[in-house]
């Protein structure tokens, strides 16, 4: 669904979930985005993983921050 | 010792000054006895919001330096039979000139006379925010359903854990239940999810907090109205006591009906 179809009070949602990742981490986009292909090196060596599905969350968990990453693999690598 | 605690949100024009007020009030309805600080210095209004702008003699800066006792800078409400105290802010100074520490002692002091301290907290998350929130041992996060106000509202959050205030819960106030059901306002839940911290209460958008403003009445002091329920249900819950947000109910809580009949 398009931005265009979708209530508003979901993409406001969507935007304040993404923004606070990067507030609560102060890491920028790029940053990011960069953390997400080490984290991709590093896992993808023993699983063979769906890069395209990695999820990468900082909650506030019983007050104090914790990093969320769900990364989905399609199998595993024999070694 | 009173519990002392800091209502602020980041953002300003939230309701931050009328959230202290209207808590403030409807505790005393509870028997409780309340103090209501006002820290937004330079900026005084939690004064006008009660309407007692013409009683205030000293302020909390004088008392912090000396130039007289908290007794005699303490104003009375006008409703609540002395269980209602307010000490205003110096218009004459700056943030800057709250000395953490004095403030820290004379909040202390005071709490030993009072079931609750509020802090009422300036806008920002400088000097006077941090003032504010140093004596805290718990804070109440004012946060209206926009994307600006919650942004706001998690950095203070963390801030306030970042200096151990961890007792952190929300009020979500100037909530619209029309725009709710058109889907074009942030849900109570949504903020709950993103901000991962507590409810502890849900304000209606209510003219009549309008109305008690203009007069310089408390609302929750002065009338029965949806949003007067909501300040009662938030004092409810501070003392313990979980009763349901009546603002998201689509009938009327029996607290509200009951407060209606009054």
Redesign the interface.
């Known amino acids: 669904m398009t931005w265009l179809h979708k209530?508003?009070?979901?993409i406001?949602?969507e935007?304040?979930?993404f923004?606070?990742v990067q507030?609560?981490s102060q890491l920028s986009p790029a940053v990011m985005e960069q953390m997400k292909e080490e984290l991709v090196a590093v896992i993808g060596k023993y699983f063979d993983i769906d890069k395209t599905q990695i999820q990468l969350s900082v909650?506030?968990?019983a007050?104090?921050?914790v990093v969320e990453t769900s990364i989905p693999i399609n199998g595993l690598r024999h070694l | 010792m009173g519990r002392v605690i800091v209502v602020t949100s980041g953002k300003g024009g939230v309701g931050k000054t009328t959230t202290t007020a209207n808590v403030g009030g409807a505790l005393t309805t509870l028997g409780k006895k309340v103090l209501l600080v006002d820290m937004d210095v330079g900026l005084r209004n939690l004064d006008l919001v009660m309407g007692l702008e013409n009683r205030v003699v000293y302020t909390f800066m004088d008392v912090l330096e000396g130039r007289c006792t908290a007794e005699q800078a303490m104003v009375k409400e006008k409703h609540a039979g002395g269980a209602l105290m307010l000490l205003a802010a110096s218009q004459l100074h700056n943030k800057q000139d709250l000395d953490l520490d004095k403030v820290k002692e004379a909040v202390a002091a005071l709490s030993t006379e009072f079931d609750y301290v509020f802090l009422d907290s300036p806008a920002g998350i400088e000097h006077g925010f941090e003032a504010s929130s140093a004596p805290a041992e718990q804070a109440l996060i004012v946060v209206t359903p926009?994307?600006t106000s919650?942004?706001d509202a998690?950095?203070v959050?963390?801030l306030l854990?970042n200096k151990g205030v961890?007792n952190?819960s929300l009020i979500v106030n100037k909530y619209d239940r029309t725009l709710?059901e058109r889907?074009?306002?942030?849900?109570s839940d949504?903020i709950v999810d993103?901000?991962?911290?507590e409810l502890v209460g849900v304000v209606p958008e209510d003219k009549a907090i309008l109305d008690a403003t203009n007069r310089g009445d408390i609302l929750v002091l002065s009338q029965s109205t949806p949003a007067a329920a909501a300040y009662l249900e938030i004092a409810c819950r501070l003392e313990g006591d979980e009763t349901n947000f009546s603002a998201l109910s689509t009938g009327h809580s029996l607290l509200s009906l009951f407060w209606r009949q009054k």
């Open positions: 209530a508003t009070n979901e406001a949602r935007r304040l979930t923004i606070l507030d609560r909650e506030r968990q007050g104090r921050q | 926009d994307v919650v942004r998690d950095r959050i963390g854990e961890r952190c709710i889907k074009k306002q942030l849900t949504d993103v901000l991962g911290t």
